[in-house]
């Protein structure tokens, strides 16, 4: 059974940084894209960051207008473990953090083609 369980939620004030840990069991991930979103309360699901599996000059990523350039995606396939560090924290980037995982080489949609899914760790950032 696949199990994808993501850990390091908290509070935190604006400006601090949390790092998002997601383990994976079941089966292995390294040739897969993995990925963060986050639902805050009262709105859609949305991409937050995702990392291709490691081609011959490394891992792609993607980052989301809102996050670029504050939060870093990373994994360790030999921990099958993904992460998500977050610097910067706005109280715009409250919500609940999900890890996704998928079946393909490459997601379809992009950003939407995921097939696993953890149960989400909480993120609050104060103001």
């Known amino acids: 059974q696949v199990q994808l369980i993501e850990s390091g939620g908290g509070l935190v004030q604006a400006g601090g940084s949390l790092r998002l840990s997601c383990s994976a069991s079941?089966?292995?991930?390294?040739?897969?894209?993995m990925a963060w979103f986050r639902q805050a309360p009262g709105k859609e699901r949305e991409f937050v960051s995702a990392i291709s599996r490691r081609g011959w000059s490394g891992y792609l990523t993607d980052y989301a207008d809102s996050v670029k350039g504050r939060f870093t995606i990373s994994r360790d396939n030999d921990k099958n473990t993904l992460y998500l560090q977050m610097n910067g924290l706005r109280p715009k980037d409250t919500a609940v953090y999900y890890c996704?995982?998928?079946?393909?080489?490459?997601?379809?949609?992009?950003?939407?083609?995921?097939?696993?899914w953890g149960q989400g760790t909480q993120v609050t950032v104060s103001s």
């Open positions: 079941g089966r292995t991930f390294s040739s897969n894209p």
């Open positions: 996704a995982a998928s079946k393909a080489d490459i997601p379809s949609p992009p950003r939407d083609g995921y097939d696993y």
